[in-house]
């Protein structure tokens, strides 16, 4: 089914999903996500060491304006009032991550200071009867580890498993749910084979050996995780692109074929099939990352969940070499960050995993949403293309489960709009507004729509 403008928005109200939709389900989780470098702000304070965010975006170029991480939306400071505002809309489920030189010192040792901040911002949440979600590791890499190689070094990977180990000994009890790393096809890609992303290298056998190193750090931290937070879930979030051909001929469509190998199976086939696909080391000859015996044992151990983020998709043609190339179509919907609105594409990928990994664990959906040029007039923020975005999304969501796929939740990315990473503030996410000069939050209408729906299900849910 097309989940496009037209099709979709047949019904008057331009948010709640349709009657048999499966999202009415109250076990179907709904939540937002947000990520520590990207609201928290506080970067200097109670001993937080710095990240290779911090170093990228005092390197000039690297990020648009000159932006930084350095104040976000202060929520180090505003965390209290951020929750009320999450729980007074009724959200039932809050992703969020650590902030991982934060909570350690440069000797291992833990930063009590920003340990409690966690204790506290999670046992509110708890309070609050939100879901947790945490992921552990969503970019912001201690700046002392890349001094020794970072993702590079084989070494970070073991770091990252006492970082886990640490995470896991305090907070266990407050997290239903960990998620060990988040789309490590940005850190290895963005921060090692295009430089897009920190710490800025651009080598794609410098990205194959990192993402090796990511999965091997999410696979040692999987046992201990398990070992000290029994009742919790453990999983790790990859964010999926779904690549189209741009004609029918049979290049074009190896083409995509190849785009979604570097996208999603150089990440999936790992977790789920213990090897990496030989068609990636095609596109890249020469890349094969150094594996020891054991690794990729260690890297498919089962998981409790899949988290994916889906986005956008890519039309592409053959390069004419080994590779593809983006062909942008013309005429499409695009969001603010120029990425083309296409809810299909979501719903192919989760059919097309659940064909192709027999062992796919329950997914959550961990972050869909779109950035628009939000303005607040008289008090209001009228995002209508988000909230047409988001219906549309969530029909395809509903329409993967429909199809078999086990999708427990979803999270909408973001809770408020934040430091969208090498494009600064000036894009905006959130169902939040904030204004950065003020740091006042503003409810956007999408949200408002969030929320009463979700009131309407809680509501039915009782009565039934
Ligand atoms: O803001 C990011 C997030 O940190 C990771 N996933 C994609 C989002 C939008 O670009």
């Not at 097309?2 to 076990?27: G, I, K, Q």
């Not at 996500?33 to 928290?40: D, G, K, L, P, R």
């Not at 990440?267 to 690794?295: M, N």
Request: glycine share 8%; hydrophobic share 40%.
């Amino acid at each position: 089914m097309a989940h496009d403008a037209l099709s979709s928005h047949s019904s008057a109200d331009p948010f709640t999903p349709p009657a048999d939709s499966t999202l009415w389900r109250e076990n179907f989780l709904l939540g937002a996500a947000t990520a520590s470098y990207q609201i928290e702000g506080a970067v200097n304070e109670d001993g937080r060491l710095p990240s290779i965010w911090d170093t990228f975006c005092a390197t000039p170029g690297k990020v648009l304006a000159g932006d930084s991480g350095e104040v976000a939306c202060d929520h180090y400071h505003r965390w209290e009032a951020d929750v009320d505002m999450l729980a007074g809309l009724g959200l039932e489920g809050y992703r969020l991550s650590i902030a991982w030189p934060r909570v350690m010192h440069l000797d291992g040792t833990p930063n009590r200071k920003g340990l409690d901040f966690y204790k506290r911002l999670l046992t509110r949440l708890k309070e609050k009867g939100i879901t947790t979600f945490v992921t552990l590791y969503h970019w912001d890499l201690p700046q002392h580890l890349e001094d020794r190689g970072g993702w590079l070094n084989r070494e970070t990977a073991y770091r990252f498993a006492d970082y886990a180990d640490l995470m896991s000994r305090e907070l266990a009890g407050n997290v239903d749910a960990w998620a060990t790393l988040n789309e490590p096809w940005c850190s290895a890609y963005l921060g090692y084979g295009n430089g897009h992303h920190a710490p800025g290298l651009v080598n794609a056998r410098f990205a194959t050996q990192a993402m090796h190193h990511l999965l091997l750090a999410h696979g040692l931290a999987v046992p201990v995780l398990s070992a000290n937070d029994p009742a919790s879930q453990k999983g790790i979030v990859a964010n999926i692109g779904r690549g189209t051909p741009n004609s029918d001929s049979a290049d074009d469509r190896r083409a995509a074929h190849l785009f979604e190998v570097q996208h999603n199976a150089w990440i999936l086939d790992p977790l789920l099939k213990g090897t990496y696909p030989q068609a990636l080391f095609e596109l890249w000859p020469g890349t094969e990352p150094l594996i020891l015996d054991g690794d990729m044992q260690t890297i498919s151990a089962p998981l409790d969940f899949l988290g994916i983020n889906y986005y956008f998709r890519t039309n592409v043609a053959s390069d004419g070499a080994h590779g593809f190339k983006d062909v942008p179509l013309q005429g499409v919907e695009r969001t603010q960050m120029g990425w083309e609105v296409y809810p299909d594409g979501l719903c192919d990928l989760l059919i097309s995993f659940r064909r192709e990994y027999a062992n796919l664990p329950p997914v959550y959906i961990t972050e869909n949403g779109m950035a628009s040029d939000d303005k607040v007039i008289d008090g209001r923020v009228d995002d209508t293309q988000r909230i047409s975005f988001l219906k549309r999304h969530l029909a395809a969501v509903d329409e993967a489960i429909k199809a078999g796929v086990d999708i427990r939740g979803y999270f909408l990315w973001s809770l408020m709009d934040n430091f969208e990473w090498a494009f600064g503030y000036e894009r905006r996410f959130g169902i939040v507004h904030v204004d950065y000069a003020t740091q006042k939050r503003t409810i956007k209408r999408s949200a408002e729509l969030v929320s009463r729906f979700l009131k309407e299900r809680k509501e039915r849910n009782l009565r039934i």
